[in-house]
C-alpha cells in the first residue's frame, strides 16, 4: 500500500508540474484533463505529505527518549500521544483515499443496463431494474435522464440506457456495474416454475465537452425509423440516430426522442462517455491503478447480485449480505451501496495495515 500512496504522490508532483508547463496552458483539452486528475489526488496528496510529516516527527521524538538528556526525555514522552493519535487519524484517511478513481466526485454518469439471459423475463427484469435506480434516483434528489430505449411487446427492455445526475452520483453508483440475476415466477409461466434471468449494469462516468474531442468527422452518422413494440409506438421518420466513431469502432443509437436533433444530442452524450471509459481504461492499464478490490472490478459479466423474490431477499455476493428486497426495489438502493462503501473501507485499512508496518508507538 506504501508503493501506491508513493506511485500517487509522485503522480501529483508530475501533475503540478505539467499545470506550469506552457504547452499545457496553450492546450485547453490537456490541461482540463491534468487539472481534473490533479485535483482529484490534492486531497490524497496533501494528507499523505502530512502523515509523512508526523512520521519524521515521532521518528525524531523517539530519538530523543532513548537519549541522555532526561528533560529531552520528559518532553519526548509528553509529546509523542498526541502526534501518534494524528498519525493513526490520517492513517485511516489514507485508508479511504487508497484505490480511489479520479472520477469518483463526477455529478454525471452515464447508466447502461441490458437484458441477458431470460428472453422476455429479463427485459422485464431490465424495467424493474430501471424502476428501482428511479426511485432511488428520487430520493436521493437527482436527475435522471432516459437517454436510449429498446422496448420490447410485454413492457420490458432489450437495453436502456440512462443519464443520472447530482451529488456524487458516480461515486455511490459505480458498484453497481456488473451482472445482476434475479429468480422469480414470470408473469407468462402457468405452471408456477421459479425462473432465473439476468441483466447487465454498465455505470460511466460523464466527461464535461472539453475532456473529449469530438468532431463530426471522427465519427459517422446513420439515420432510421425507431423501432418499438409495433403499432402505433412505431415512428414512421427517420429520427432515430446511429453513430459509429471511427477511430475504435464504438456504436451508439438513441431513438427515444421524436426530434432527430434531440437523438442527436443524446448519441453525442453517450459516445462522448464510451470514448473517454476507452482512454480512460487505456490510462489504467498504462499506470496499473485500477484496483480490484472488495466491490469488485466493474466487470459487466461478474454476477455481483440476486434478487430473490419468493424470499423477499436481495444478496450482493460481494459482501454476502441480504437486504429486504422490497425496500431495494423500492427506491432504498442506499441501504446496499452503504453497505459495500463500509466492506470497502475496512477492507481497505486492513490491507494497509497488513502490507505496511505501522511506526512503532
Known sequence: ?????????????????????????????????????HGSLARL??????????????????????????????LAAAELPALEARRDAEWDALADFCGADEDADRGRCIVELRAGTG??????????????????GAERGWDVELLDASPTELGGFRELVLGVSGDG???????????????RVPDTEAKGRIHTSA??????????????????DDYRKDLFCASGPG???????????????????????????????????????????RLYEHERQIEHAKRSSERKGLVGSGDRSQRIRT????????????????????????????????ALERHSREARRQEMATTTPRPAG
Do not use: W
Open 1 to 37: 500500500m506504501r508503493e501506491e500512496l508513493e506511485a500517487k504522490l509522485a503522480r501529483f508532483q508530475e501533475l503540478e508540474r505539467a499545470m506550469a508547463d506552457p504547452a499545457v496552458l496553450a492546450d485547453q483539452l490537456q490541461l482540463a484533463k491534468v487539472a481534473r486528475e
Open 45 to 74: 496528496a496533501g494528507t499523505y505529505r502530512g502523515f509523512l510529516d508526523v512520521e519524521r516527527q515521532i521518528a525524531d521524538l523517539e530519538s530523543l527518549r532513548q537519549g541522555d538528556d532526561e528533560d529531552l526525555r520528559t
Open 119 to 136: 428472453g422476455e423475463e429479463a427485459a422485464l427484469f431490465v424495467r424493474d431494474l430501471y424502476d428501482m435506480y428511479r426511485r432511488h
Open 169 to 183: 452520483v458516480f461515486r455511490l453508483l459505480r458498484t453497481e456495474s456488473g451482472g445482476h440475476r434475479v429468480q
Open 199 to 216: 441483466a447487465t449494469v454498465a455505470v460511466l462516468p460523464e466527461p464535461e465537452d472539453v475532456e473529449v474531442s469530438l468532431g463530426p
Open 231 to 273: 403499432g402505433q409506438h412505431v415512428n414512421k421518420t427517420a429520427s432515430a440516430v446511429r453513430l459509429t466513431h471511427l477511430a475504435t469502432g464504438i456504436v451508439v443509437q438513441c431513438q427515444d426522442e421524436k426530434s432527430q436533433h434531440k437523438n442527436l444530442a443524446k448519441a453525442l452524450r453517450v459516445l462522448k462517455t
Open 307 to 338: 434478487y430473490n423474490y419468493p424470499q423477499n431477499r436481495v444478496t450482493d455476493h460481494r459482501i454476502n449480505e441480504n437486504f429486504t428486497l422490497d425496500q431495494v426495489m423500492g427506491g432504498r438502493l442506499g441501504l446496499v451501496i452503504d
